[in-house]
Protein backbone atom coordinates (compact mmCIF):
# COMPACT_ATOMS: atom_id res chain seq x y z
CA UNK A 1 0.00 0.00 0.00
CA UNK A 2 1.69 3.23 -1.36
CA UNK A 3 0.86 6.49 0.37
CA UNK A 4 -0.58 7.96 -2.50
CA UNK A 5 -3.06 5.45 -2.41
CA UNK A 6 -4.01 6.14 1.20
CA UNK A 7 -4.37 9.94 0.56
CA UNK A 8 -6.54 9.47 -2.14
CA UNK A 9 -10.17 10.65 -1.35
CA UNK A 10 -9.71 10.74 2.25
CA UNK A 11 -10.31 13.74 4.63
CA UNK A 12 -8.91 11.89 7.68
CA UNK A 13 -6.96 8.71 8.53
CA UNK A 14 -6.13 7.40 11.96
CA UNK A 15 -2.45 6.17 12.49
CA UNK A 16 -1.31 3.42 14.68
CA UNK A 17 1.69 3.60 16.88
CA UNK A 18 2.84 0.75 19.11
CA UNK A 19 6.44 1.67 19.37
CA UNK A 20 8.43 5.15 19.88
CA UNK A 21 5.17 6.60 17.72
CA UNK A 22 3.72 6.47 21.13
CA UNK A 23 5.70 8.71 22.35
CA UNK A 24 7.58 11.05 19.69
CA UNK A 25 4.53 10.76 16.73
CA UNK A 26 6.61 14.34 15.25
CA UNK A 27 4.03 15.54 13.18
CA UNK A 28 0.95 17.41 13.32
CA UNK A 29 -2.74 15.39 14.45
CA UNK A 30 -6.11 16.45 15.72
CA UNK A 31 -6.34 13.88 18.47
CA UNK A 32 -5.23 10.56 19.80
CA UNK A 33 -7.13 7.96 21.35
CA UNK A 34 -5.03 4.91 23.80
CA UNK A 35 -6.20 1.35 22.68
CA UNK A 36 -5.21 -1.86 21.11
CA UNK A 37 -5.43 -4.23 18.15
CA UNK A 38 -6.38 -7.61 17.72
CA UNK A 39 -4.38 -10.72 15.98
CA UNK A 40 -1.00 -8.93 16.70
CA UNK A 41 1.88 -9.52 19.33
CA UNK A 42 4.85 -6.79 19.91
CA UNK A 43 8.42 -7.64 19.63
CA UNK A 44 11.73 -6.48 19.83
CA UNK A 45 12.47 -8.49 16.57
CA UNK A 46 13.29 -5.87 13.99
CA UNK A 47 16.91 -4.23 13.69
CA UNK A 48 17.41 -0.42 13.53
CA UNK A 49 20.71 0.77 11.99
CA UNK A 50 20.20 4.27 11.91
CA UNK A 51 17.96 5.89 14.62
CA UNK A 52 18.94 3.65 17.86
CA UNK A 53 21.85 1.88 16.41
CA UNK A 54 24.82 1.83 13.88
CA UNK A 55 25.75 -0.37 10.63
CA UNK A 56 28.02 -2.19 12.84
CA UNK A 57 25.90 -2.29 15.94
CA UNK A 58 21.85 -2.81 14.84
CA UNK A 59 19.83 -1.42 17.99
CA UNK A 60 16.30 -3.86 18.52
CA UNK A 61 13.09 -2.36 17.91
CA UNK A 62 9.63 -3.70 18.01
CA UNK A 63 7.36 -4.38 14.80
CA UNK A 64 4.25 -6.64 14.83
CA UNK A 65 4.26 -10.71 14.64
CA UNK A 66 0.44 -12.16 13.73
CA UNK A 67 -0.62 -14.24 16.67
CA UNK A 68 -4.67 -14.08 16.35
CA UNK A 69 -4.76 -14.64 19.93
CA UNK A 70 -3.00 -11.80 21.19
CA UNK A 71 -2.98 -7.88 21.18
CA UNK A 72 -1.07 -4.88 21.18
CA UNK A 73 -1.67 -1.90 22.73
CA UNK A 74 -0.18 1.82 21.81
CA UNK A 75 -1.90 4.75 20.33
CA UNK A 76 -3.81 6.16 17.11
CA UNK A 77 -3.49 9.55 15.83
CA UNK A 78 -6.31 11.36 13.37
CA UNK A 79 -5.00 13.76 10.75
CA UNK A 80 -6.92 15.47 9.18
CA UNK A 81 -6.98 17.86 5.87
CA UNK A 82 -3.25 18.59 4.95
CA UNK A 83 -2.23 16.62 8.04
CA UNK A 84 -3.15 13.22 6.24
CA UNK A 85 -0.28 13.89 3.69
CA UNK A 86 2.00 15.88 5.55
CA UNK A 87 2.16 12.35 8.24
CA UNK A 88 1.89 10.58 5.76
CA UNK A 89 4.96 11.84 3.65
CA UNK A 90 6.99 12.45 7.34
CA UNK A 91 6.35 8.43 7.97
CA UNK A 92 7.44 7.40 4.76
CA UNK A 93 10.85 8.79 5.50
CA UNK A 94 10.95 7.88 9.46
CA UNK A 95 9.56 4.16 9.03
CA UNK A 96 9.54 3.16 5.30
CA UNK A 97 12.72 4.44 4.05
CA UNK A 98 14.75 4.49 6.79
CA UNK A 99 13.15 1.30 9.01
CA UNK A 100 12.30 -0.77 6.28
CA UNK A 101 8.42 -0.97 7.43
CA UNK A 102 5.35 -1.87 5.12
CA UNK A 103 1.97 -0.31 5.39
CA UNK A 104 -0.89 -2.09 6.62
CA UNK A 105 -4.56 -1.38 7.52
CA UNK A 106 -6.04 -2.83 11.02
CA UNK A 107 -8.87 -2.25 13.24
CA UNK A 108 -8.46 0.02 16.11
CA UNK A 109 -10.16 -0.64 19.33
CA UNK A 110 -9.87 2.65 22.05
CA UNK A 111 -9.76 2.09 25.45
CA UNK A 112 -11.94 4.76 26.10
CA UNK A 113 -15.94 2.82 26.81
CA UNK A 114 -18.05 3.46 24.58
CA UNK A 115 -15.82 3.69 21.78
CA UNK A 116 -16.39 2.05 18.59
CA UNK A 117 -13.74 0.46 16.62
CA UNK A 118 -12.06 2.60 14.21
CA UNK A 119 -9.66 1.84 10.84
CA UNK A 120 -6.21 2.62 11.05
CA UNK A 121 -2.98 2.43 9.33
CA UNK A 122 -0.09 0.17 10.81
CA UNK A 123 3.72 -0.19 9.94
CA UNK A 124 4.85 -2.99 9.90
CA UNK A 125 8.27 -4.64 9.59
CA UNK A 126 8.36 -8.33 8.12
CA UNK A 127 10.98 -10.97 8.55
CA UNK A 128 11.91 -10.34 4.55
CA UNK A 129 13.50 -7.35 5.46
CA UNK A 130 17.41 -7.09 5.42
CA UNK A 131 17.86 -5.78 8.60
CA UNK A 132 15.38 -7.89 10.38
CA UNK A 133 17.07 -9.55 13.29
CA UNK A 134 14.38 -12.07 14.33
CA UNK A 135 13.24 -14.20 18.10
CA UNK A 136 16.27 -14.27 20.39
CA UNK A 137 16.00 -14.93 24.32
CA UNK A 138 15.01 -11.99 26.46
CA UNK A 139 18.41 -11.42 28.15
CA UNK A 140 20.39 -11.46 24.44
CA UNK A 141 17.76 -8.75 23.16
CA UNK A 142 18.36 -6.45 26.16
CA UNK A 143 22.02 -6.69 26.38
CA UNK A 144 21.92 -5.63 22.31
CA UNK A 145 19.66 -2.94 23.62
CA UNK A 146 22.27 -1.96 26.22
CA UNK A 147 24.88 -1.43 24.11
CA UNK A 148 23.44 0.16 21.13
CA UNK A 149 22.87 3.96 20.36
CA UNK A 150 21.92 5.67 17.38
CA UNK A 151 21.00 9.01 15.58
CA UNK A 152 18.07 9.51 18.27
CA UNK A 153 19.78 8.04 21.14
CA UNK A 154 20.10 5.14 23.39
CA UNK A 155 18.39 1.94 22.04
CA UNK A 156 17.70 1.49 26.38
CA UNK A 157 15.79 5.19 26.14
CA UNK A 158 13.78 3.08 23.53
CA UNK A 159 12.79 0.13 25.56
CA UNK A 160 12.09 2.23 29.03
CA UNK A 161 10.01 4.83 26.96
CA UNK A 162 7.57 2.13 25.80
CA UNK A 163 7.32 0.07 29.15
CA UNK A 164 6.72 3.66 30.98
CA UNK A 165 4.02 4.40 28.10
CA UNK A 166 2.27 0.86 28.89
CA UNK A 167 2.53 1.49 32.98
CA UNK A 168 1.18 5.01 32.47
CA UNK A 169 -1.35 4.39 29.81
CA UNK A 170 -2.45 0.51 30.16
CA UNK A 171 -1.45 -0.32 33.89
CA UNK A 172 -4.16 -3.42 33.35
CA UNK A 173 -2.10 -4.75 30.89
CA UNK A 174 0.71 -7.31 31.00
CA UNK A 175 3.05 -7.20 28.16
CA UNK A 176 5.44 -9.78 29.26
CA UNK A 177 7.15 -9.46 26.38
CA UNK A 178 8.12 -6.22 26.81
CA UNK A 179 8.13 -5.98 30.81
CA UNK A 180 10.68 -8.99 30.51
CA UNK A 181 13.38 -7.73 28.22
CA UNK A 182 13.46 -4.32 30.42
CA UNK A 183 13.86 -6.34 33.82
CA UNK A 184 16.80 -8.13 31.81
CA UNK A 185 18.34 -4.80 31.11
CA UNK A 186 17.51 -3.57 34.34
CA UNK A 187 19.36 -6.58 35.58
CA UNK A 188 22.36 -5.90 33.23
CA UNK A 189 23.03 -2.59 34.09
CA UNK A 190 23.12 -3.23 38.04
CA UNK A 191 25.44 -5.87 36.83
CA UNK A 192 27.40 -3.47 35.36
CA UNK A 193 27.16 -0.72 38.20
CA UNK A 194 25.38 1.47 35.80
CA UNK A 195 22.24 2.12 38.32
CA UNK A 196 21.73 1.57 41.85
CA UNK A 197 17.61 1.43 41.77
CA UNK A 198 15.27 0.35 38.95
CA UNK A 199 13.62 3.22 38.74
CA UNK A 200 13.02 4.02 34.62
CA UNK A 201 14.38 7.41 35.14
CA UNK A 202 17.38 6.10 36.77
CA UNK A 203 17.91 3.74 33.70
CA UNK A 204 17.41 6.90 30.94
CA UNK A 205 20.32 8.83 32.96
CA UNK A 206 22.77 5.37 33.08
CA UNK A 207 22.19 4.83 29.70
CA UNK A 208 22.02 8.38 27.59
Not at 56 to 75: N, Q, S, Y
Not at 114 to 137: E, F, H, K, R, T
Request: charged content about 25%; some cysteine.
Amino acid sequence: MKPQDIIREKSSLWIFGYGSLVWKPDFAYRRSKVGHIKGYKRRFWHGDDFYRGDKEKPGRVVTLVEDEDACTWGVAYEVTGSQVEESLRYLNVREVEGGGYVTAMVEFIPREKGQGALSALVYIAASDNPIYLGPAPDREIAAQIAICRGSTGHNAEYLVRLADFMRLCCPEVQDEHLFAIEAALLDILRDCGGIKSPEPKSVLLAAV
